[in-house]
T-cell receptor, first 114, second 113 residues
Framework: ELKVEQNPLFLSMQEGKNYTIYCNYS?????LYWYRQDPGKSLESLFV?????AVKQEGRLMASLDTKARLSTLHITAAVHDLSATYFC??????????????FGKGTKLSVKP | DAGVTQSPTHLIKTRGQHVTLRCSPI?????VSWYQQVLGQGPQFIFQ???????GRGNFPDRFSARQFPNYSSELNVNALLLGDSALYLC????????????FGPGTRLTVT
């Protein structure tokens, strides 16, 4: 069964602190995606990681991919309130009826407090 | 350039009714995928159409169907609506069949009462 597990599911942070969201996935896929979703809105693409060891950074967010461990991380540096949102990781399904499409985790709801 | 568009934005239906949701992909994109996002969960893959043919199907009942038109726009149809069909329905388009460079539309919020 294709499965993507994120943890934590809920994260309350203070502004200025650092934290990491973990994403474990179940297949040999080498494509991993991170999205942000604000309440009532659609998905905003943050990062696409396409190979083992890939690291991408944008502002206070940095994502990495370890395909051997089937693990991706989203690291938040010096959090600010504007980062409050739900973050999803998704693997690109490598086979079956969903091949080429995304299998999402349950999301991590991040709340950054002053 | 216009992004992925979906209509309607919101709608309310009664159990047992039928609904049609519409999606227009980014110009030049030939693939449309549909996802269902129940409140508090991640999106779940329903269908993919590529070059007007069904290319992929998720684990959804036969009440769900879709099609893609010659202009690559797409419709998602749901028959015999259940309360559990209440969700945000997302459409995503891409140039090829992979999720790489897949862009999501704003979604249609369906409420079944």
């Amino acid at each position: 069964e294709l499965k993507v597990e994120q943890n934590p599911l809920f994260l309350s942070m203070q502004e200025g602190k650092n934290y990491t969201i973990y994403c474990n996935y179940s297949t040999t896929s080498d494509r991993l995606y991170w999205y942000r979703q604000d309440p009532g809105k659609s998905l905003e693409s943050l990062f696409v990681l396409l190979s083992n060891g890939a690291v991408k950074q944008e502002g206070r967010l940095m994502a990495s991919l370890d395909t051997k461990a089937r693990l991706s991380t989203l690291h938040i540096t010096a959090a600010v309130h504007d980062l409050s949102a739900t973050y999803f990781c998704a693997e690109e399904s490598p086979y079956g009826g969903s091949q080429g499409n995304l299998i999402f985790g349950k999301g991590t709801k991040l709340s950054v407090k002053p | 350039d216009a992004g992925v568009t979906q209509s309607p934005t919101h709608l309310i239906k009664t159990r047992g009714q039928h609904v049609t949701l519409r999606c227009s992909p980014i110009s030049g994109h030939k693939s449309v995928s549909w996802y269902q996002q129940v409140l508090g969960q991640g999106p779940q893959f329903i269908f993919q159409y590529y070059e007007k043919e069904e290319r992929g199907r998720g684990n959804f009942p036969d009440r769900f169907s879709a099609r893609q038109f010659p202009n690559y726009s797409s419709e998602l149809n749901v028959n015999a609506l259940l309360l559990g069909d209440s969700a945000l329905y997302l459409c995503a388009s891409s140039l090829g069949w992979s999720a790489y460079e897949q862009y999501f539309g704003p979604g249609t919020r369906l409420t079944v009462t």
